[in-house]
């Protein structure tokens, strides 16, 4: 196994992200390393006073097609690739005037930027980089002598290692940096081979890459004894991978996991009709709430459920304003997500230091399409976001009793949630704000009757007589096979039911609706939430 330092005297560089790349270029030509640069790379460096190679040069070819053809030539893939302890290969290089190249300095065309600014289709082939890969690929395979980098943030570390190694890098980095390189280059594949599958409307590709950019590494995931870290993958949608965090301790896996069901909850309610709060326990909503305003929405949302609340996660539909704020911090919370804050409520959350507050700029859109993804042993689970919203549905009467528009409003709202709780779900509503919600059992009834129960411990604590669930609505996220778990609602209180129908047994199910006098629509659309 190699373990020998290289000593770098050659570094080819060639990159769209400029960023530290003349401060870089400049302390490696005090260090007498030879640079090689191309188009814009090569002019930066030029224009800052750098003695500097075109690639033409050293190839005795010039760039041609607008720049697609420049780097893919004998002389750079030899630099990169001949091995250094191989007679053969030096001989080789020594007849066809190949000069080797100890390292690299490549980032890609912008492909995820350009995807992500909303490029049209010519752009985005555009941005395709063919070289790049090529050269890091090939550096990376030789990485027993080449050092390849990807990534800005890496600079320090390269100057650190030739100033400690008289000049020379260790193994040990080149190994890292190979793994970053080819890392990097699957990532960026990943993204153009979805982008052309979605293009192309294929709905199941042969071949499915993913790929994404380290935003943090973890202390732990789930439990304290597993490994984690937390990947962008650069799609452009409001939420947790894309806010901005204020203050507060670094989020944990639970964290960043709860608050994207927080916030892809939220994002249901549109802040042009009314201020909406929600707030998750272990990746389930456990109060939400439209209101006035967020501080009304809040208190609604709350009361659902006010001892779950305790260490959960809140997400606002508006911006986090001064008085939300006053209310939100009085229980113990672990973050706060809203697209906006005002400096006041910033302040007065900035008084609990440990906890989070992430601005995410915008809300994430429902109807928008996007990938979910799921391991399973041996394979991955790839589907459609559920974009599913209840207001685009034609939602189908099939009781005897007409709901009142009061119920028919409660009924959206209540489907609107149910799309967001673990199955079998059950929401019951009241009023713009659930009342009762019951997630995650092996039985719709099970789930049905903890719903009532949560509604009936809801109305204790706030000192009312009567369950929260009485003239409620219940919603379910799929079919009741039977007609129990719509009785066990009825028997709650609750006066109209919404879900999707489909069961051999809707018969018996609407006449048991009829004969408690429930009014029951059918949305025709499933929300299973695994």
Same mark, same amino acid.
């Given at each position: ?127 395709? &980089? ?8 090939? #550096? ?13 943030? @890496? ?42 599958? @979605? ?21 732990? *995931? ?87 609340? /305790? ?9 986090? @304003? ?38 995410? *700029? ?47 409003? &409660?009924?959206?709202?209540? /489907? ?15 009023? #713009? ?46 079919? /009741? ?50």
């Amino acid at each position: 196994m190699p373990t020998r330092k290289e000593r770098v005297t050659r570094a080819l560089i060639s990159v769209s992200d400029k960023t530290g790349v003349v401060d870089f270029a400049r302390a490696l030509a005090e260090r007498g390393v030879a640079l090689v640069s191309t188009g814009g790379t090569h002019r930066a460096l030029a224009e800052a006073g750098l003695t500097v190679q075109e690639v033409s040069d050293l190839t005795g070819f010039p760039e041609m097609m607008d720049g697609r053809v420049k780097t893919l030539h004998p002389k750079v893939h030899g630099g990169l690739l001949g091995l250094r302890d191989n007679p053969e290969h030096q001989a080789a290089m020594l007849a066809h005037g190949i000069v080797e190249i100890d390292l690299l300095v490549v980032n890609l065309y912008p492909f995820e930027a350009t995807l992500a600014a909303g490029g049209d289709y010519a752009a985005l082939v555009e941005n395709i &980089d063919i070289g790049g890969p090529a050269m890091i690929r090939a #550096g990376a395979k030789n990485h027993e002598s080449v050092a390849v980098v990807v990534d800005p943030a @890496d600079y320090e570390a390269i100057l650190a290692e030739l100033s400690e190694h008289e000049g020379a890098t260790t193994y040990t980095l080149r190994k890292r940096l190979a793994q970053k390189a080819y890392a990097r280059t699957a990532a960026y594949d990943a993204a153009i081979s979805n982008w052309l599958a @979605d293009a192309l409307e294929v709905e199941a590709p042969t071949y499915r890459a993913l790929g994404g950019t380290l935003a943090q590494a973890m202390r732990y *995931g789930e439990n304290p004894h597993q490994k984690a870290a937390f990947y962008r993958t650069g799609e452009d949608r409001p939420g947790v991978a894309t806010a901005r965090q204020v203050q507060g301790k670094t989020l944990s896996y639970n964290n960043i996991n709860d608050t994207d069901a927080a916030y892809e909850c939220v994002g249901e309610f549109d802040p042009a009709e009314s201020a909406a709060v929600v707030i998750v326990k272990h990746a389930n909503p456990c109060g939400v709430a439209t209101g006035a305003t967020l501080a009304d929405a809040y208190a609604r949302a709350l009361a659902c459920d006010p001892v779950s609340a /305790f260490g959960g996660i809140v997400a606002t539909n508006r911006t986090l @304003d001064a008085e939300a704020a006053a209310r939100i911090v009085e229980v113990f919370t672990e973050v706060i997500i809203a697209p906006d804050a005002t400096p006041e409520a910033i302040e007065i959350v900035g008084a609990k230091k440990n906890l989070r507050l992430l601005l995410a *700029g915008g809300l994430p859109d429902p109807r928008a399409k996007g990938l979910c993804v799921r391991t399973v042993a041996g394979g991955l689970l790839v589907q459609e976001r559920d974009d599913a919203v209840v207001a685009d549905m034609t939602l189908n009467v099939v009781t005897r009793r007409q709901p009142t528009a009061r119920e028919m409003a &409660d009924l959206a709202f209540a /489907f609107r949630v149910a799309k967001h709780v673990k199955s079998n779900a059950i929401v019951y509503a009241r009023d #713009g704000a659930t009342v009762g919600v019951g997630a995650g059992q092996m039985s719709r009834v099970d789930s049905s009757r903890i719903a009532a129960w949560k509604a009936a411990e809801a109305a204790r604590a706030l000192n009312i007589p009567e369950s929260l669930a009485k003239g409620s609505v219940v919603a379910s996220d799929a079919f /009741f096979p039977f007609p129990d778990g719509l009785l066990a609602a009825a028997e709650a209180g609750a006066t109209a039911v919404i879900q999707p129908g489909g069961s051999v047994r809707d018969p018996d199910v609407i006449a048991a609706a009829d004969e408690a006098g429930l009014a029951m629509v059918f949305t025709g659309t499933r929300h299973f939430r695994h």
